[in-house]
């Protein structure tokens, strides 16, 4: 059974910092693609940011590009986001995502994916 499970968002201040993390279990971590996703209140889930398997490719939705940064540890099995020059407007609900195609690296809504259970962002102005 396949699990990804988000860490606690929290609350950062605009201007501020914030990292969140994502493990799997049930799936070899090194051969999926992994993506970050958003979902603010009354609006329709997101992508934010996807890594390739071996982290080679990297891409991000035109608002945080400069701001945020995906990474992955494979050793680890963990998947970062790391949100830096927070802005009021990245308040949302986060969402860690594995697409459930092996080797399949492109992050959408629009595929079949394992997903955590979300995190809640929280940015003070």
């Known amino acids: 059974q396949v699990q990804v499970v988000e860490s606690v968002g929290g609350l950062g201040q605009a201007g501020g910092s914030l990292r969140l993390s994502c493990t799997t279990s049930g799936l070899r971590f090194d051969a999926y693609a992994m993506g970050w996703f958003l979902q603010a209140p009354g609006k329709e889930r997101e992508e934010v940011a996807c890594i390739s398997h071996n982290a080679g490719i990297t891409s991000y939705v035109d608002s945080v590009k400069g701001r945020f940064t995906i990474s992955r540890d494979n050793t680890a099995a963990t998947l970062y986001l790391q949100m830096d020059t927070l802005k009021p407007e990245d308040a949302a609900m986060y969402y860690c995502?594995?697409?459930?195609?092996?080797?399949?690296?492109?992050?959408?809504?629009?595929?079949?994916?394992?997903w955590g259970r979300g995190t809640q962002v929280a940015v003070s102005s």
């Open positions: 995502a594995v697409p459930r195609q092996m080797y399949y690296d492109h992050c959408s809504t629009s595929v079949e994916n394992y």
